[in-house]
């Protein structure tokens, strides 16, 4: 599956470590944080304000991902 994307996006950096120990060489280099330096907080068991602020936070940065 990371052979055919342009880009990879990963929500936080404990799945970006996974996801380069998967990739080859072709396809590190399309592996990027979605959030410069920061992780996406994972509401899950969290409660519902949790999954707002998760939705707000990617909607917010949506725009510079997308062409």
Same mark, same amino acid.
């Given at each position: 599956?990371? &052979?055919?994307?342009?880009?990879? @996006?990963?929500? /936080?950096?404990?799945?970006?470590?996974?996801?380069? #120990?998967? =990739?080859?060489?072709? &396809?590190?280099?399309?592996?990027? @944080?979605?959030? /410069?330096?920061?992780?996406?907080?994972?509401?899950? #068991?969290? =409660?519902?304000?949790?999954?707002?602020?998760?939705?707000?936070?990617?909607?917010?940065?949506?725009?510079?991902?997308?062409?």
């Amino acid at each position: 599956m990371l &052979a055919w994307a342009d880009t990879v @996006l990963a929500m /936080d950096n404990d799945v970006l470590k996974e996801l380069h #120990e998967l =990739a080859d060489e072709q &396809a590190a280099p399309k592996l990027r @944080l979605y959030l /410069d330096g920061q992780d996406v907080h994972d509401p899950w #068991e969290d =409660a519902y304000p949790a999954f707002l602020i998760c939705v707000k936070t990617i909607q917010a940065d949506a725009d510079r991902h997308l062409a």
